[in-house]
């Protein structure tokens, strides 16, 4: 019954800043052992870790797009949002919003996706 779905603009100018929202149903984005998380793919390229938000609005940026990457949510929509700044064509890829869920110590595993959406950087 989970379910996660991305929304945003597919094409983003340079310099100006990509804002993705992630909405869940199925499940509260304030349930604990679980990290909402975003993931992206370039063309190309394996999957990147971007960040999370864990059930306490606490979060977590990938140390290489933490200057640039910011994570919030609106627990009233059951939605959390991805900010990133100052965006080159370097950060065109598929965005993904995940569900992330601690099964014990040292056991963790994405068990939810959503389907994924192009954000293309015009250069």
């Known amino acids: 019954q989970v379910q996660l779905q991305e929304s945003g603009p597919g094409l983003v100018r340079p310099s100006q800043t990509l804002s993705l929202t992630c909405t869940v149903s199925?499940?509260?984005?304030?349930?604990?052992?679980?990290?909402w998380s975003w993931i992206r793919q370039p063309p190309g390229k394996g999957m990147e870790w971007i960040g999370y938000m864990g059930a306490s609005g606490s979060t977590y940026v990938n140390p290489s797009l933490k200057r640039r990457a910011s994570i919030s949510r609106d627990t009233s929509k059951n939605q959390f949002t991805l900010q990133l700044s100052s965006v080159t064509p370097e950060d065109t890829a598929v965005y993904y919003c995940?569900?992330?869920?601690?099964?014990?110590?040292?056991?963790?595993?994405?068990?939810?996706w959503g389907q994924g959406t192009q954000v293309t950087v015009s250069s």
């Open positions: 995940a569900r992330r869920s601690r099964l014990g110590d040292d056991d963790y595993k994405y068990d939810y």
């Open positions: 199925g499940d509260s984005i304030t349930t604990d052992y679980v990290y």
